[in-house]
């Protein structure tokens, strides 16, 4: 089977700063793989570059097989059509209404406003959100309300492979799990491909049908949650179980 994202020997560096250092790994289509990893170590930078928003240095990124760092402009777009994205942040346009944020990409695609926007409206009422909010800037909601503005915006197209950085930080336990259901039920039942980045490891154990760490610019391990406890790596044990001792560092950060 082909797989939805195929990542060979990414590399990636700012300046003399160097991110990957070669990152390798198969995501299959349907699956929900979680990447877990300390703050800095280019979780964000390696999900920008499957996205075209950083370019990588060297390697290769096939989406269904074909390699999207040798893509023209339109071909990028056609496989660009493909992803949705929660971005860490939740990063909306603070001049349009909600609603006009989840239909964003809708309209830029060409769907009729008025079609967009029940869409937009459908999907607000998926991540929790009741109709009024549609109307209401981003400015004008908590920072969890956004998240899920932020979520419903990133499904709403139905793509085929969605982008999740960090979709529970900063919201309350019960809120977070509700997104962890969404994005389970988003890969169990719209047949989605999920590669989501995360510190919260209940998180990281529930949505994902594999983690892996990265550590120094590579993919160091990767198993099932049940085995992320006990992994037996050294690096993984300490991220997991949040010891300050260990052999990962805290590094000064440039
Ligand atoms: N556009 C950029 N220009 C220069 N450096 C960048 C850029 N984007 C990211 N970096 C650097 O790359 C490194 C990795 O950043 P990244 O955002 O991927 O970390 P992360 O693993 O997502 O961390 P966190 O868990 O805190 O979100 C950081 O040192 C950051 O400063
Ligand atoms: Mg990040």
């Known amino acids: 089977m082909t797989p939805k994202i195929r990542l060979k020997d990414v590399h990636k560096s700012f300046g003399d700063k160097k991110v990957l250092t070669g990152v390798s790994f198969d995501i299959m289509p349907k699956e929900s793989v979680v990447v877990i990893g300390g703050s800095g170590t280019g979780k964000s930078v390696l999900i920008k570059c499957i996205l075209g928003i950083l370019q990588a240095d060297s390697g290769a990124i096939e989406v269904d097989g074909a390699d999207v760092t040798h893509m023209t402009a ?4 056609a496989a660009n059509n493909k992803f949705g994205m929660l971005f860490q942040g939740a990063a909306l346009f603070d001049s349009l209404p909600v609603w006009e944020n989840v239909a964003f990409g809708l309209i830029q695609r060409g769907m009729k ?6 869409r937009a409206m459908d999907t607000l009422g998926k991540v929790g959100l009741a109709p009024e909010v549609g109307a209401l800037s981003p ?18 197209g139905e793509p085929e492979i969605v982008f999740f950085d960090e979709p529970t930080t900063g919201l309350d336990p019960i809120m977070a799990d509700v997104i962890n259901d969404l994005i389970i039920s988003c ?3 719209q047949g989605i491909t ?4 995360t510190h919260d490891m209940h998180s990281a154990r529930k949505i994902g049908d594999r983690i892996t760490m990265l550590y120094e610019g590579k993919l160091i391990w990767v198993g099932k949650p049940e085995e992320v406890e006990h992994s037996g790596n ?5 991220f997991v179980h949040g010891k300050a001792e260990g052999p990962i560092k805290m590094q000064l950060r440039r």
Do not use: C, F, P, W
Not at 139 to 156: F, H, P, T, Y
């Open 187 to 189: 890969v169990r039942k």
């Open 234 to 238: 050294a690096y993984v044990d300490q």
């Open 113 to 118: 406003r008025k079609e967009a926007k029940d």
């Open 194 to 197: 999920a590669l989501s980045i």
């Open 139 to 156: 400015s004008e909601l908590s920072g969890g309300m956004q998240k899920r503005v932020g979520l419903a915006r990133a499904i709403a």
């Open 74 to 77: 339109n071909q990028r777009d």
